[in-house]
């Protein structure tokens, strides 16, 4: 039997261009997008402007299914992570932030695995399995927006993999997001986190999206950043920070810089200062990120008096600089704990509760 088509793989125009394939006028993919990106009903039957013979073409060439949810986890501060099993039992997770007010924030993944072999990293201990197709990038937002019935305003695609890696179907899938007529998430809140892939960094500056790009920066001087990123000993930091300064111009969007604070590894004085020295003139925002613990890695994360002098440090040379709320962190849900693997389930401390679903 010939595969069905997977609607959520379609960015408008192909949308448009698959309902003329299919002998439909283009016009209805619009109200395609509305009613599984607006509307988010879950059958073809429930879309009632559309023909009932156009409904029958559409049950028996195309798909629109949800992601199969293997688990969910809820944090004591309501952050929810969930556990999603692929058709070709492939895992992956994403995680839903809840804020105060009618802010909420999704992370999503872009691979299965992923190949950068960040030291820190609880994704890197397993290998790139492949890319997530733009459904199933597209399908874990859908999939949450369903199920916690809130509309999310934020997207961060900083889960399981390295986005730029991913380039094309992330960017579809973005474009998805961001159509009036699909999600509707505006192109400003939707963040691109890269660990620095230079050549796409110029590409996606190319495409002029107010997208916003963070670069996991970790280490102010190559030396040290060669030893936590491989990636740095392709794409040095000279070449990163070039990279960096050619988007902020090119988009008029400040850059976000994520630094990861290890204990004695990257929390110095001297980091901070190099730090400072590296962004001097650059449009940016540095978020510092206490490192979450990962079983089998021995780094800790950096005291809370060390993340304040380095803040000191950059607010006195006048970098912005904020430190990143740490959200999830009891059920394995915060920034670098994601690894897409059941066993998680069992080692959850006793605060938090998870049900299967
Ligand atoms: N590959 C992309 C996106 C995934 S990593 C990237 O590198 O940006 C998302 C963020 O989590 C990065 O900023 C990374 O530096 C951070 N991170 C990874 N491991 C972490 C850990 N153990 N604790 C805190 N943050 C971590």
């Not at 932030?97 to 990293?121: E, H, I």
């Amino acid at each position: 039997m010939k595969e069905k088509i997977n609607l959520l793989d379609k960015d408008f125009s192909q949308m448009r261009n698959l309902m003329k394939q299919l002998g439909l006028p283009a016009f209805r993919a619009q109200q395609l997008f509305n009613w599984i990106y607006s509307s988010k009903i879950s059958s073809f039957a429930s879309m009632d402007n559309l023909p009932q013979s156009m409904i029958a073409l559409l049950e028996e060439k195309t798909c629109f299914d949800p992601l199969k949810i293997i688990s969910a986890q809820r944090s004591k501060d309501g952050t929810r992570k969930f556990l999603f099993e692929l058709e070709d039992k492939k895992l992956i997770e994403s995680v839903y932030l809840p804020y105060k007010g009618v802010r909420t924030s999704v992370c999503l993944s872009t691979q299965a695995g992923c190949a950068m072999g960040c030291s820190f990293c609880a994704t890197a201990k397993q290998p790139l399995k492949r890319n997530l197709s733009c459904a199933e990038i597209v399908n874990q937002l859908l999939t949450i927006e369903k199920k916690v019935s809130r509309r999310i305003s934020n997207i961060v695609l900083m889960g399981m993999g390295e986005p730029l890696a991913n380039y094309s179907n992330v960017l579809k899938a973005v474009s998805i997001m961001n159509h009036k007529d699909g999600l509707d998430v505006a192109m400003r809140r939707i963040t691109v986190s890269t660990c620095g892939l230079v050549k796409k960094i110029y590409k996606l500056a190319e495409e002029k999206l107010q997208l916003t790009l963070a670069v996991s920066l970790n280490a102010a001087t190559d030396d040290l950043r060669d030893t936590l990123m491989p990636v740095n000993k392709k794409y040095p930091l000279n070449e990163l920070m070039k990279a960096c300064r050619h988007y902020a111009a090119s988009t008029g969007r400040r850059v976000s810089f994520e630094y990861v604070m290890i204990k004695g590894v990257n929390d110095s004085r001297d980091q901070a200062i190099a730090l400072a020295s590296i962004l001097k003139g650059t449009l940016s925002h540095v978020n510092l990120i206490r490192l979450n613990p990962v079983p089998s890695i021995k780094m800790q994360p950096a005291a809370t008096g060390a993340i304040d002098m380095f803040k000191a440090i950059l607010e006195m040379r006048t970098i912005p600089v904020s430190i990143r709320q740490e959200r999830g962190k009891d059920i394995d849900a915060a920034c670098g704990q994601l690894s897409g693997r059941k066993t998680l389930n069992l080692k959850r401390p006793p605060d938090s509760h998870s049900h299967k679903i």
